[in-house]
């Protein structure tokens, strides 16, 4: 065989022995990843079905377990609120959104206080996270593909109604 042969041979036997194998891990482990984001997600939003309210430590600790993937996340938040105003001859049904950043302004005042969102019984919450950074398996599949691909491989969308059973 001549040096042109065994090159591409070696390049191959690299490309079959380690880039697969390292590709199919990191594939699994996002797999995983998104399983346990969605598992953390379901108790973080069955918390606030449970309770009708977020607090701050609650939102903290939910945070602060997706970080502890190793990943960067965006999480946002919307709570829907309804409301049955009446008329002279009938009522109106009104679903009224409030979106992560009053949300968080709640939660995080600028006198410093830790005080409470709270939702009422019979609102919706929705909570929808994906990941911010480039996976293992992203970065693998872009040097493999010579091709650019989308940074969100782990996304979750979870939510619900108020049940507020502490009232």
């Known amino acids: 065989m001549d040096a042109f042969g065994k090159i591409i041979s070696m390049i191959l036997a690299i490309i079959l022995l380690f880039i ?6 990191a ?6 990843i998104q ?4 598992t953390e997600t379901s108790n973080f939003v069955d918390k606030i079905k449970n309770t009708g309210e977020i607090t701050k430590a609650t939102y903290e600790d939910f945070t602060s377990t997706l970080n ?11 709570h829907g609120h309804y409301e049955v105003i009446p008329d002279e001859d009938s009522f109106y049904q009104y679903y009224y959104t409030t979106y992560e950043l009053e ?10 206080d830790s005080p409470i969102y709270t939702l009422n019984k019979g609102d919706y919450i929705s909570v929808k996270v994906t ?13 493999l593909y010579n091709r ?7 996304f979750v969308m979870y939510g619900g109604i108020i049940r507020d059973e502490n009232n």
């Open 20 to 25: 697969f194998p390292s590709l199919y891990i």
């Open 27 to 32: 594939q699994k482990q996002d797999s995983i």
């Open 35 to 38: 399983s346990y984001v969605l």
């Open 68 to 78: 502890a993937t190793g990943n960067i996340y965006n999480v946002e938040l919307e």
């Open 103 to 112: 949300i968080l302004n709640t939660l995080y005042p600028e006198n410093g």
């Open 131 to 143: 990941n911010k950074n480039k996976t293992l398996a992203t970065k693998i599949q872009e040097i």
């Open 148 to 154: 650019v691909l989308p940074t969100e491989q782990i």
